[in-house]
């Protein structure tokens, strides 16, 4: 009788696991709190993928779950969404960059000017120092200066920061009664620009008060916020702030 009632059970127990319906899976926005179903979510990173392609070479999307609200019907995973611009449109890959072969180097020697006439010696450097390597016309560099301003209002005791491109005068002059840019600035670098091998914009490396290049990145990563693309708020990039301090 007991080995009866056991496998009928059993039975009722498999019967309701294999008519159990699958949970419908939604996706919340973990900064505005809106909620996306599958479809909505996957036009969503195809739309961001598409409108960022068009300004780089070199787009990815990293995907982050911070946690999961499961009910009886439903699962809903709270996203973050940060993309990641690499080469603007037309330009090499990364990893061809002749840039990244001098990491744990010293930055070589160059002796820069700025506008204001000042002279920068890269060969005695002895403080932190941040170099960004923009154009006048790269978006991900403009869209970056406002949290570039607030992190280097923020660490100016602490760091140079240095803004270097290769554009004339002719270029800048017009730029900088528009946007508002706070590092000292290095314009008509070309050959410098050359010598490092860069090609990707904006880039902005990292080095330490002995001259030694600790981190070379790209610009600051964009997120989604409300279905729509805004530049981030620059955390990694007062991390890296802090590793050469």
């Known amino acids: 009788m007991k080995k009866t009632i056991i496998l009928f059970l059993l039975t009722i127990i498999i019967f309701s696991c294999k008519n159990e319906k699958p949970k419908e899976v939604y996706f919340k926005n973990g900064t505005t709190g809106k909620v996306l179903t599958k479809v909505e979510y996957k036009e969503l990173k195809d739309g961001l993928f598409k409108k960022m392609s068009n300004l780089s070479d070199d787009v990815t999307i990293d995907e982050t779950f911070t946690d999961s609200i499961i009910s009886t019907d439903s699962i809903i995973k709270i996203y973050k969404l940060n993309v990641n611009i690499g080469n603007s449109k037309g330009t090499k890959k990364k990893e061809k960059e002749k840039i990244y072969s001098f990491l744990n180097k010293k930055i070589p020697s160059k002796i820069l000017t700025t506008q204001n006439g000042e002279k920068i010696d890269l060969s005695k450097i002895n403080k932190p120092t941040v170099l960004n390597f923009w154009f006048t016309s790269c978006k991900p560099c403009i ?74 990145e790209d610009g600051i990563p964009y997120i989604s916020e409300n279905g729509k693309m805004k530049i981030g708020e620059g955390k990694g990039f007062e991390n890296n702030i802090n590793k050469i301090l």
């Open 143 to 216: 869209d970056e200066m406002p949290i570039l301003n607030k992190i280097k209002n923020k660490y100016q005791n602490q760091v140079d920061f240095i803004a270097i491109t290769y554009e004339e005068k002719e270029k800048t002059i017009p730029f900088f009664k528009k946007h508002k840019f706070d590092y000292k600035q290095i314009i008509g670098e070309k050959e410098f620009v050359e010598q490092l091998g860069i090609q990707a914009f904006p880039k902005n490396i990292f080095i330490d008060k002995n001259g030694i290049i600790k981190i070379i």
